[in-house]
């Protein structure tokens, strides 16, 4: 097991420490370290070169990815997993405002693909270098610049109106009884 003390303090720890040592000067500030669970925060230039690095690991996976609206932009947080150890780090990026962009990881995690187009989708998350941005959960008619994850929207003034009445099954009204 490795033990090294990081510049903020905290020790690195196990398996999670291996990773954060081989990710080196790619990392700006390990906020947690512990054997099984460990949470970094990453130059967000270095997006693309951190998930190379961490999908050629051997039993590493992307899990998934979270976005979180903060003073400063949206934290991109990328969740891998690793096994069998049984261990999860969180690499936390900032796309920070006013562009709110970040490189995409999808051209080289295709399993990011659809998680990014969903923050961008409902926080307004830029990913430059993406494969395909199309809207994938707000419904084409959705106002754009409209994100209905961001702590600006108010659901009353900013949702787009709900059809009049109900819907109606293609072919309906139609037919000899009509």
């Given at each position: 097991?490795?033990?090294?003390?990081?510049?903020?303090?905290?020790?690195?720890?196990?398996?999670?420490?291996?990773?954060?040592?081989?990710?080196?000067?790619?990392?700006?500030?390990?906020?947690?370290?512990?054997?099984?669970?460990?949470?970094?925060?990453?130059?967000?230039?270095?997006?693309?070169?951190?998930?190379?690095?961490?999908?050629?690991?051997?039993?590493?996976?992307?899990?998934?990815?979270?976005?979180?609206?903060?003073?400063?932009?949206?934290?991109?947080?990328?969740?891998?997993?690793?096994?069998?150890?049984?261990?999860?780090?969180?690499?936390?990026?900032?796309?920070?405002?006013?562009?709110?962009?970040?490189?995409?990881i999808a051209p080289v995690v295709p399993a990011?693909?659809?998680?990014?187009?969903?923050?961008?989708?409902?926080?307004?998350?830029?990913?430059?270098?993406?494969?395909?941005?199309?809207?994938?959960?707000?419904?084409?008619?959705?106002?754009?610049?409209?994100?209905?994850?961001?702590k600006d929207f108010d659901q009353c003034l900013?949702?787009?109106?709900?059809?009049?009445?109900?819907?109606?099954?293609?072919?309906?009204?139609?037919?000899?009884?009509?």
């Amino acid at each position: 097991m490795t033990t090294v003390p990081t510049q903020e303090g905290i020790t690195l720890t196990g398996f999670v420490g291996e990773v954060v040592k081989r990710l080196g000067r790619l990392v700006v500030d390990v906020q947690q370290c512990q054997a099984r669970r460990g949470i970094v925060r990453i130059d967000p230039d270095a997006t693309v070169e951190v998930a190379r690095q961490l999908l050629a690991m051997p039993g590493s996976r992307l899990a998934t990815a979270t976005g979180i609206e903060v003073r400063d932009g949206i934290d991109i947080l990328y969740h891998w997993c690793f096994e069998p150890e049984g261990v999860v780090l969180t690499v936390k990026a900032l796309a920070a405002r006013p562009e709110l962009a970040i490189d995409s990881i999808a051209p080289v995690v295709p399993a990011a693909n659809w998680i990014e187009r969903e923050m961008h989708d409902l926080l307004g998350a830029q990913f430059r270098n993406h494969p395909d941005m199309r809207r994938l959960i707000l419904d084409d008619s959705w106002p754009q610049g409209v994100h209905p994850l961001r702590k600006d929207f108010d659901q009353c003034l900013d949702r787009p109106p709900l059809p009049s009445g109900p819907p109606v099954a293609p072919g309906a009204g139609e037919g000899p009884d009509k």
